[in-house]
């Protein structure tokens, strides 16, 4: 009863009103490869063999609640880093009627304040040893910035080019300017 109960959850939660989906669909939904999706399929064969049939060519067909087992399994993969087997067992744990009964007892008891004393108290600990290394990394950026930063340039620059040769030689702009002015006044 409770099994059925999440798995209709799920398939409210994860699945769209899809009658019937190809693998290469359910590889698109899911963002992995047709591969990755037969990877997953046979690691949830027992759960999912229900919600599967097979189509033209004996191509593997999906329903909307074999797309939301899949995707509830992909979504503990993502959020947790655990690989396929990992994620399939703890989905078959989700869906085991008998398993809910002893999660329900389990969680209906109080925790000890003593222990949640203890629990807030090593989190105290552990945000201000990350509040100094903050301020720590932050001191290192503000004296590394001016180091890793170029010189600044000057913006005008062309305006008033530098003299790079002394004498006859270029003496830029304003020197050749001169030069073919002076030269055609003279012819």
């Known amino acids: 009863m409770r099994s059925n109960v999440l798995q209709c959850s799920l398939a409210a939660r994860y699945a769209k009103p899809i009658m019937a989906t190809t693998i290469e669909d359910v590889a698109k939904a899911l963002g992995v490869s047709v591969r990755g999706v037969r990877l997953r399929v046979d690691a949830l064969r027992e759960i999912i063999d229900a919600h599967l049939r097979q189509g033209e060519n004996n191509r593997l067909l999906f329903d909307g609640e074999a797309l939301a087992i899949l995707r509830r399994l992909e979504e503990l993969r993502n959020a947790t880093?655990?690989?396929?087997r990992q994620a399939a067992s703890q989905v078959r744990e989700e869906l085991d009627p008998n398993k809910t009964n002893k999660q329900s007892q389990s969680t209906s008891q109080p925790a000890s304040r003593d222990a949640l004393a203890v629990e807030n108290?090593?989190?105290?600990?552990?945000v201000e040893r990350l509040e100094e290394e903050v301020r720590w990394l932050r001191s290192r950026v503000d004296t590394l910035t001016p180091l890793a930063l170029p010189r600044p340039r000057r913006w005008f620059g062309w305006l008033h080019p530098r003299r790079r040769y002394k004498g006859n030689a270029f003496e830029g702009i304003h020197g050749l300017l001169r030069r073919l002015l002076w030269t055609q006044t003279d012819t």
Do not use: A, E, F
């Open 81 to 84: 880093g655990i690989t396929i």
């Open 121 to 126: 108290q090593l989190l105290r600990q552990q």
